[in-house]
């Protein structure tokens, strides 16, 4: 009987696992519908249960070069073998799966890595993070929702750990709050003022169009 459960589990994760695939693989055609493979610098695959990356996804998503963002959150992932070699990849979702820190250790070598979130996997200590440390590139590291933040000042001695990083859960090496927003909003007002700028030029050379004096004619003899 409990190798007959055995088989039945095993059959149930391998089903689990090829429904996954599939949908993500789904997704992807939606999300870069209408893109040349150059032209897809972001992939969402939140809430499918993938559980392991298959060859199969990983080749997929590794036909777009240029992706900067991965969203891989909620997706009870297990383990991270067979990682796509992404080499435009800044930005890494990962939050609350089933990850161990030796399942983290196949990111290791994607040093292009400039923010990871990893809050709500089962990262328990300052230690477990060690396997990161090959990402130099490393500025903004997400924890929320695991065991870490009950450690004493732990902001801090990550910060210790990495000194690439400039934040973590959102704060600074100070412990002042980031807002993600001030940045954008920034560029939205100089591009508006810029706006204002060509309006205002624009008026002015119709001023001094209206201004101008006629041509005077020149009788001819």
Do not use: H
């Not at 059959?11 to 040349?36: F, P, W």
């Not at 990356?53 to 777009?64: A, D, F, R, V």
């Not at 100089?190 to 004619?217: I, R, S, Y």
Request: hydrophobic share 30%; net charge negative.
């Amino acid at each position: 009987r409990c190798v007959q459960e055995t088989v039945v589990k095993l059959i149930s994760k391998m089903s689990g696992n090829k429904d996954g695939t599939k949908e993500a693989l789904d997704r992807i055609n939606e999300q870069v519908e209408d893109l040349a493979e150059n032209e897809v610098e972001e992939l969402q695959l939140d809430y499918i249960n993938i559980g392991t990356i298959t060859p199969e996804l990983k080749k997929m998503i590794e036909k777009y070069p240029n992706i900067s963002t991965l969203g891989l959150n909620n997706c009870e992932l297990t383990s991270l073998d067979n990682f796509p070699k992404l080499p435009s990849l800044v930005r890494l979702e990962l939050m609350n799966n089933k990850l161990k820190p030796q399942g983290l250790k196949a990111i290791g070598s994607l040093d292009s890595i400039q923010s990871l979130c990893i809050g709500g996997n089962e990262i328990n200590t300052l230690e477990d993070l060690e396997v990161l440390k090959p990402l130099k590139s490393l500025i903004q590291l997400d924890v929320f929702d695991s065991k870490i933040q009950s450690i004493e000042n732990y902001n801090k001695k990550i910060f210790q750990m990495f000194p690439s990083l400039e934040s973590v859960d959102n704060l600074d090496k100070e412990g002042n709050p980031i807002d993600q927003d001030d940045d954008e909003e920034e560029f939205e007002e100089d591009e508006g003022d810029d706006d204002e700028d060509d309006e205002f030029n624009d008026e002015e050379d119709d001023d001094e169009e209206e201004e101008k004096p006629p041509a005077k004619k020149v009788k001819k003899n």
